[in-house]
């Protein structure tokens, strides 16, 4: 059976005889005011799809036996207080289909990808993720939506992104990466929007593709980029361009342009 009573005005914890009942499939509590944690026991259910606890003040750690649950499709425990690192194990989930970890507080890394359930959604914004994007999203085929924004990530945007074959919505703005959009992007015939915007990404913007028509308001916040739909590079001399900064010390080609930095 499912169960569903989202958007009311429920307080307390969640009941932990819930977890019990091996009938259930799916549980909807989103929108209302449930605190403590998400009680263990859904992962032993063995026909549980769907959990959507989005939208109260739960706190963290998720438990365990979730990540082993063989049939959870739906995870959505955004906007909660989670306040703990985010879990590894997510990325062995068997059947896991979207999931959305918007505004948890989470901390921690994903520079360690190794597997990947066959993800179609991936939201996991405005969190406190901190270190590098790792090259095992790669992994990820099934991915068409991307949502990274506002947290802590630095390092370069991983290749393998632009390999994925309908990937179509990637939001990376608002945190720390560095170096060049890769020019991979410009043959991603899936990808429809790229927000990069507000990084420390420099070089010149690809000319091809999807940049043909980006809004300029995707790439801003970005000192050091320049070109394509943002413009003229200031400085173009034989081929190099002056960074902003007035530095000479590393020139990084960019097809028949190069940056200067």
Known sequence: FKLMLFSNSLTGPIPES???????WRLRLEGNQLNGTIPPGFGSLRNFTYLDVSHNQLSGPLPQDLFSSPLLQNLDVSFNPLDCAFPGA?????????????????????????????LITLDLSGNRLN????SGIGHCQKLILLNLTNNELSGPIPNELASLPVLSTIYLSHNSLNGTIPQ??????????????YNDLSG???LSGLFKIINPSMLAGNKALCGGVLGPCQGLDNGVIASPSGGTSKKLSLGRMAWVV
């Open 90 to 118: 997510i990325w062995e989930m068997e059947s896991l289909q979207k999931l959305y970890a918007s505004s948890c507080n989470f901390s921690g890394s994903i520079s360690k990808i190794g597997q990947c359930p066959p």
């Open 18 to 24: 819930l977890a019990q009942c091996h009938s259930l």
């Open 131 to 134: 270190g590098d994007i790792s």
């Open 204 to 206: 010149v913007v690809p």
């Open 184 to 197: 991979d992007f410009q043959n991603a015939t899936a990808l429809e929007v790229l927000d990069i915007s």
